[in-house]
């Protein structure tokens, strides 16, 4: 690489890092704004429906 293409990496890799602190800091913040909730509570039964409706996709193959 010559010196004007490291240049330029080093710029849109420094831009694209910029950005995803900017994002990262702007959810951060979000969160924040919640309220804290204990979700470790009742872990059998998150993990079931977890288990039920993210990987078994129950409410997709429904049949009204």
């Known amino acids: 690489m010559s010196g004007a ?13 910029g950005l995803f602190l900017k994002s990262l800091y702007q959810l951060c913040a979000m969160m924040c704004l ?8 009742h872990l059998v039964a998150r993990l079931r429906g977890v288990v039920r409706y993210a990987l078994g996709q129950q409410r997709v193959i429904r049949v009204k």
């Open 34 to 41: 919640g309220r804290w909730e204990n979700r470790c509570d």
């Open 5 to 17: 293409e490291s240049g330029m990496f080093a710029l849109l890799f420094l831009l694209a890092v």
